[in-house]
């Protein structure tokens, strides 16, 4: 389950998931809400590796949706699933269905700001704020 909170200037999201793999596909899914705004795929979908690595679970979830923004930034590739997340220390690696779309230059940055990423009593919960 994912919740946007809307801010001047940033958009805060929110992510629970059942564990942290959950967690990193919830937030590909909000991605292609936001990103995905411009309309309906342009092209068939394909499959991506997307690696992060950060020194903590926090910061590898900030890294992880900043390699998706940079796949619409560069390439114009909106994720539409997540096929497989593996999660190591440090590192996250996940096979990531995308399709060729129309998305919008939305995203500044992805900010350290109130940055959270632990388990919660049901699972884990996440928080990131994104730089519109």
Do not use: C, N
Not at 27 to 39: D, F, K, V
Not at 51 to 60: E, F, G, H, K
């Amino acid at each position: 389950m994912y919740r946007w909170v809307e801010h001047t200037g940033e958009l805060e999201l929110e992510i629970e998931g059942e564990g942290p793999e959950e967690v990193l596909a919830e937030a590909a899914t909000a991605l292609r809400e936001l990103l995905g705004a411009g309309g309906a795929p342009t092209g068939p979908a394909t499959r991506r590796i997307v690696t992060a690595q950060a020194p903590d679970r926090p910061a590898l979830l900030a890294a992880f949706i900043e390699e998706l923004v940079f796949l619409a930034e560069s390439e114009s590739l909106v994720p539409i699933g997540l096929r497989r997340v593996e999660l190591d220390e440090g590192l996250a690696r996940a096979e990531v269905e995308v399709a060729r779309a129309d998305p919008p230059h939305l995203v500044k940055a992805v900010t350290y700001h109130r940055l959270e990423f632990e388990p919660a009593e049901h699972g884990y919960r996440a928080r990131v704020v994104l730089d519109v």
